[in-house]
Structure formats: C-alpha cells, structure tokens
C-alpha cells in the first residue's frame, strides 16, 4: 500500500515564474491538505481540499492555489514566485470515515532563485 | 487548536527511554494529541494519537494526564536513528478544523551513543 506521494522531490524555479506541485494521497483517503516548511521551521497549514472543494485556508495569499482531482489526488500551484516561497512543499492526506491519522509524504524542496 | 509548549531539546542515551513531555494545558474536549517527528529533510511521519486513554504501538507510548493537560511521549528503548525534532500537536480530529494540524517549534532529541 503506498503512502502519499509527492512529486517533483526537487525543482529550481525563477522568481515570478509559476510552479505546480502534485500529490496523490494515501489509498482510501478523501482529504489532502498542503504545507510549507521554511528552512528551520514547522510546517505551516497553506490549505485543505476535500470533495475538489477548498474546505479550509491558512494564512497564505491567493497566489497559493489547489486542485483536487475526483481521483483525490491533487495539485498546489504558485504564480509569481517570491524568494520567500523557496521552502519545503509537504502534502498529508487523511480520511474521516478511515479514523484520524494524518500522513504525510516526503515533500517537495522548491528553490527560487 | 490549543497551543501546546514543549522543550527546545533533550538528550537520551541509546537504548534507554526517552520521555518527551508536551503542555497543553488549554487543550478543548474534542481536541486530540498527535506527536509527529522529523528527520532532517524528510516529511514528518506519524507516530501515535489519543484523545484521554494512554495509547502503545509498535513505536511509543503516549501517557495523556486524567485533565488531559499535559501528555508524554516514551521512546522506550531509543536509538541513533531516534534523533529528529518531535512535534506535539493538539489538533480537532473531527471538527472544521479537521485535517489542520498547527506545527510548533518541536523538540529537538538527540540520542547519543
């Protein structure tokens, strides 16, 4: 049974280029949320999608934007990429109806340069 | 979510427990702990949850106060391989905020030969 996986594992980008991260959660899970982990950090909540809704936000600017596939997998995707957005890009995926434990993948380390 | 308070770091000696203590005391009824770790570079993995009843797997025990204030998390016999940063998490499993899991700064443990 594979866990959540997340690709790419590493990308370079420029700043005010655009960037789409992906996500496929662990199987019978509904719910994918997104994090982002600044060097020395804890991840921070970007947001949640459940049923290809956003269900719920953090405190992060519209450029930060999902997608959730009926598949459930999903996407984050960032426009116009800030030195600030270089950072740990975490996916965890869960599901009420399986009990309460989050998991999480590997992440994806984005660099903008 | 309930802020929860645990040490910067602690030190352990291989092969012996490691007991990591967490405060929340303002945790709500309904509000669930979760301890996570982190390995340099990698996503944070799972290691248990409880909301009052201590809880055992094949990886730790968690020991949860009757008022539910405080909890702590035993490694029983540590290993090299233990040392990362432990997050204690007090987070709404089944709530609106659901999925949303509030990171602080952790503890960082390192377990010495």
């Known amino acids: 049974d594979a ?17 789409t991260l992906r996500c496929s959660p662990k199987s019978g899970h509904d719910t994918v949320s997104w994090y982002q982990q600044a060097l020395g950090q804890g991840p921070q909540f970007i947001f ?6 956003e269900r719920q936000r953090g405190n992060f600017p519209d450029r930060f934007s999902g997608h959730q596939f009926p598949n459930y997998s999903s996407e984050l995707n960032v426009n116009a990429l800030l030195l600030g957005d270089s950072a740990l890009y975490l996916c965890a995926s869960s599901s009420l109806s399986s009990g309460n434990t989050i998991y999480f993948g590997e992440g994806s380390w984005l660099t903008v340069v | 979510d309930a802020k929860t308070t645990q040490p910067t770091s602690m030190d352990c000696a291989e092969g012996r427990a490691a007991n990591l203590p967490c405060n929340h005391s303002t945790i709500s009824g309904n509000e669930y702990v979760y301890w996570y770790r982190q390995i340099h570079s990698q996503g944070p993995q799972y290691i248990i949850h409880g909301l009052k009843n201590n809880e055992t797997n094949e990886m730790a025990s968690l020991i949860i106060t009757e008022d539910r204030k405080s909890s702590t998390l035993i490694l029983p016999h540590a290993t090299l391989r233990d040392t990362a940063v432990y997050y204690c998490i007090a987070s709404n499993a089944g709530g609106t905020s659901y999925g949303k899991l509030t990171f602080g700064q952790g503890t960082i443990l390192t377990v010495h030969p």
């Open chain 1, 3 to 19: 866990g959540v996986t997340q690709s790419p594992t590493h990308l370079i980008k420029t700043r005010g280029q655009q960037v």
């Open chain 1, 48 to 53: 949640q999608y459940y049923e290809e809704e």
